[in-house]
């Protein structure tokens, strides 16, 4: 199994070619949608992953699936939220 750590956060560069009315999020807002992230991302995945949330703002995934797949169903509940995130391979068992 291994585990991935991510860290959500929002950062706005303006409208995107995906979406041109992009506007701007304001700082309640934000921290709404990263608490958000939190409670969202379990949706995410069936029975085959162990979420723990750290209080330095990361989740740690523990999984056997791969770190792509990972990072795609986490980049599907990002994308709901308008946020980003810092990953890293936590590590592997």
């Not at 330095?56 to 995934?61: E, K, S, T």
């Amino acid at each position: 199994m291994a585990i991935y750590k991510y860290q959500p956060y929002y950062k706005y560069d303006g409208p995107t070619h995906a979406d041109p009315f992009r506007e701007e999020l304001d700082i309640e807002q934000q921290k709404e949608n990263i608490e958000g992230f939190f409670s969202e991302i379990e949706h995410y995945f069936e029975s085959d992953a162990k979420f723990e949330r750290r209080d330095d703002y990361f989740i740690w995934i523990t999984s056997d699936i791969s770190q792509n797949e990972c990072d795609e169903r986490v980049k599907r509940c990002l994308n709901s939220l308008d946020l980003f995130a810092n990953r890293t391979l936590y590590k592997e068992h």
